[in-house]
């Protein structure tokens, strides 16, 4: 394998390190392998690249990646515009996959909500990652 054929082949994984703010200090051919060193922003977007490297090939023989956690990296960010029915339970469902996980939107809100019942209409809401 050389560079060229590394990169294609875990294209999408490189763009999820891309748009995840995953640091890549190396990204090399080493003994036929493709070498990927980094560091991600979280655990969840560790295990998000992890998950998309076995979505490409779940044996990653041809791959050696070593991603840590580096939680000074700042995680990207998503906003909502909060429609008429909304609640952050059901915008934690929509988005985060957990409508449990409203207290997340919450504290990520709390320079605009005061009350995680209390939502507007038209409020821009930062969605954590």
Known sequence: MDLDQGKQKYASVLD?????????????????????????????????????????????????????VDSSLPAPTKTYTVKAGDTLSKIAGELLGNSGDYMKIFEANKDKLSDPNKIQVGQELTIPS
């Open 16 to 68: 999820l390190i891309k748009k995840s703010n995953v640091r890549l200090d190396h990204l090399h051919v080493q003994d036929d392998k493709l070498v990927m060193q980094g560091a991600a922003p979280n655990d969840a977007i560790k295990n998000a690249v992890w998950n998309a490297i076995k979505a490409v090939d779940p044996t990653f023989s041809d791959l050696s990646a070593d991603i840590s």
